[in-house]
């Protein structure tokens, strides 16, 4: 379509999971459970707002290894971000976006749906950026443009494999636990290594 713009990064990844769809939202939708899936995010709590619901706000807390595109000035070690849920449709779809240092949500949206399916359902992992974000913006502050345009293709790379990489882990939580997951569950692992600056 003229005129519109391409987002910076759109990438997703989906799996057959041997649950129910009311059950597999009731474990993504809490994310104090990120540490069942997540690459990055080792933890939070909600802080503002009914918890799961639109509107609602998430710290998440995260850790990166020093080997993340290690040429780039991207956030390592421990850091905190937060989340702003934006969508929540029991049984179909949960979302949320990644806030500024203001509060601002911005143009960056993860989210999971799922779809019922034959013993089970489909579940889809999805994140899309759409102008790039205050942290996205740091980072390639002082890039030329040969060193940006590699940045957005290794950023790019590393977000398709932790999608990757969430989807194959909760695959694996949802169907290690009971039939049916009590609503408002919180299933949280201390242990696991996203939330990120993205």
């Not at 899936?37 to 802080?47: A, F, Q, V, Y």
């Not at 500024?100 to 749906?113: H, I, L, M, N, P």
């Not at 997951?181 to 290594?193: C, E, F, I, M, Y």
């Amino acid at each position: 379509m003229p005129g519109k713009q391409d987002p910076l990064f759109e990438v997703a990844a989906e799996s057959f999971v041997a649950a129910s769809p009311g059950d597999a939202y009731r474990v993504f939708s809490d994310l104090r459970n990120s540490p069942l899936w997540s690459i990055e995010c080792t933890g939070g709590d909600w802080t503002g707002g009914e918890p799961g619901a639109v509107g609602s706000v998430f710290r998440g807390d995260n850790v990166r290894s020093g080997d993340v595109v290690p040429w780039a000035p991207v956030v390592r070690g421990r850091w905190s971000t937060y989340a702003e849920v934006v969508a929540a449709v029991p049984g179909r779809r949960f979302a949320w976006a990644m806030r500024d240092d203001a509060g601002r949500a911005q143009d960056s949206v993860w989210s999971f749906t799922v779809a019922a399916a034959l013993g089970g359902c489909l579940l889809a992992h999805r994140f899309r950026m759409g102008r790039p974000t205050e942290g996205i913006r740091k980072i390639t502050a002082g890039m030329t443009d040969a060193d940006r345009a590699r940045f957005f293709r290794e950023w790019a790379a590393k977000l398709a494999h932790d999608l990757s990489e969430t989807v194959h882990r909760l695959k694996a939580a949802l169907e290690r636990q009971p039939a049916t997951v009590p609503a408002g569950a919180t299933l949280g692992l201390r242990s696991a290594t996203g939330t990120g600056e993205a």
